[in-house]
C-alpha cells in the first residue's frame, strides 16, 4: 500500500515536472525579445536544418532560447514549414512571431518596373542593373565600355519565343510580349524566371476573343501588337489612342509610308548606337524596321504595350486623318490630327517654331558654376 503511495507521489511529481518543463518553454518562446537587427535582413540560406536556423537566429540575438525554440519545434510546432530566403524581424518580437514569419515566407523582394512603352533593350537594361543576373560571357570577351555585365544575355533569352508561340508564332523574339508594370521578385530570382513572368503578365490581358477580332480585320496577332506598340510609344493619351489608330489604319490602306520616327529610335537602340537624339543616319538608315523608307508594317513590336493600345489596334476610330503633329498650345502629350497634308504643314510648321523656341530657352540657360 505504501508502496502504492509513493508511486502515485512520484507519478504526480513527474507530471508536474512535464508540466513546469513545458510551461517554462511556451513561456520562453512567447516572450517577446528585445533585439538589435530590426533594421537589418537575415538570410536563411536553402537547405538549412531547423537547428541550424534555431543557431543562426539564436547566435543573431533575435531567439533568447534556443533550447527552448529547438523543444518548441520538435513538440508544438512545425519545422517543416519554416522556409529559407531574406527576413526582417521587428523588436521586440518572440520566438513564435519569429517562427510565424519564417513560415509565411515574408523575404526580402526587389521591384523592378517597366514603363510602358519600354524596349526589350531597356528591360534587358533594366534586369541586369537590378543585380538579377551575372555575366556569363566566356573568358576572353570584353564587355564593352559603359556596358552592362548580363545584359547581353537577358536579350539571348528574349529570343525564346516557345512562351507566345500560341499566339504569335511568326515572333522572332519577346519585343511587345513583356507587359509593362511593376514586379516584386525575390532577390535569387533568375532573368528567365523574370521574363516568363512578365509574359505571362501579357497573357493575362490577352483576350482570346482578340485572336477572331484580328482575323475579321484582316490581321495577325502579331500585327496587332506591332500597331499597339507604335500606338504605344506615338502617345500617352489614353483618349486619343484610337485616333493615332485610325491614322495608322488610313496611311496603311492607302499604301503611304507611315513615317513614324520611334522605329528609327528602336532601330538605333537595336544597334546599339542610340544616344537620346536622332541623327540624320538614324532616319537614312537601310532596315526594314525603317517606317520612313519601308512601306508597311514593321517586322515585330517596338516596345511593350498596354491593354489599351491593344484595344485601340482592335477597335480603330472611323476618321479620315492621315496625319498628326505635337499640340504645342496643350503640351499635354496629345496631338492635332489633320485629313490633308496642307493643313498638316501649318500644323508641323507652328510646332518647329515652338521646338526651335524650347531649344533657345535651353541654350541660354545659365550654366551651372562649379564650387
Do not use: C
Not at 543585380?131 to 545584359?151: D, M, N, Y
Not at 525564346?160 to 516584386?184: H, V
Amino acid at each position: 500500500m505504501r508502496l502504492l503511495k509513493f508511486g502515485i507521489i512520484g507519478l504526480i511529481l513527474i507530471a508536474l515536472a512535464i508540466a513546469g518543463f513545458f510551461y517554462w518553454v511556451t513561456r520562453s518562446v512567447n516572450s517577446p525579445n528585445t533585439h538589435t537587427k530590426a533594421n537589418e535582413y537575415i538570410r536563411i540560406e536553402r537547405g538549412s536544418t531547423p537547428a541550424q536556423i534555431v543557431a543562426q537566429l539564436a547566435a543573431s540575438g533575435i531567439v533568447a532560447n534556443e533550447m527552448a525554440a529547438n523543444i518548441y519545434l520538435r513538440t508544438l510546432g512545425d519545422a517543416t514549414k519554416l522556409q529559407a530566403g531574406e527576413f526582417q524581424f521587428p523588436s521586440p518580437i518572440s520566438t513564435v512571431e519569429v517562427f510565424r514569419l519564417l513560415e509565411k515566407g515574408e523575404e526580402r523582394t526587389v521591384r523592378i518596373t517597366i514603363p510602358e512603352g519600354f524596349t526589350r533593350f531597356d528591360i534587358a537594361t533594366r534586369i541586369a542593373e537590378f543585380g538579377q543576373t551575372e555575366s556569363t560571357l566566356p573568358e576572353g570577351v570584353l564587355v564593352k565600355p559603359g556596358e552592362i555585365p548580363g545584359r547581353r544575355e537577358v536579350l539571348t533569352l528574349m529570343d525564346d519565343t516557345s512562351l507566345i508561340r500560341d499566339i504569335a508564332p511568326e515572333a522572332k523574339n519577346l519585343e511587345g510580349y513583356m507587359y509593362p508594370t511593376t514586379y516584386s521578385f525575390p532577390r535569387e530570382t533568375q532573368p528567365k524566371e523574370i521574363i516568363k513572368t512578365m509574359v505571362n503578365q501579357f497573357r493575362r490581358f490577352w483576350k482570346p476573343e482578340w485572336q477572331d477580332t484580328a482575323k475579321r480585320l484582316g490581321r495577325t496577332p502579331h500585327e496587332i501588337v506591332t500597331i499597339a506598340s507604335l500606338i504605344e510609344t506615338e502617345t500617352s493619351v489614353e483618349s486619343e489612342r484610337p485616333v493615332v489608330a485610325s491614322v495608322i489604319n488610313n496611311r496603311l490602306n492607302r499604301g503611304m509610308r507611315l513615317g513614324i520616327d520611334q522605329t528609327n529610335v528602336y532601330i538605333a537602340k537595336m544597334m546599339g548606337r542610340w544616344d537620346g537624339t536622332l541623327h540624320q543616319s538614324d532616319l537614312d538608315v537601310d532596315n526594314p524596321y525603317n517606317t520612313r523608307t519601308k512601306y508597311g508594317l514593321p517586322p515585330g513590336p517596338i516596345s511593350s504595350v498596354t491593354e489599351s493600345s491593344i484595344s485601340a489596334a482592335l477597335a480603330p476610330a472611323d476618321t479620315d486623318f492621315l496625319f498628326y503633329v505635337r499640340n504645342v498650345d496643350l503640351n499635354d502629350g496629345s496631338h492635332w490630327f489633320y485629313a490633308s497634308a496642307a493643313e498638316f504643314e501649318k500644323g508641323k510648321a507652328k510646332y518647329q517654331e515652338w521646338l526651335e523656341r524650347e531649344r533657345d530657352q535651353m541654350r541660354n540657360q545659365p550654366k551651372p558654376v562649379n564650387p
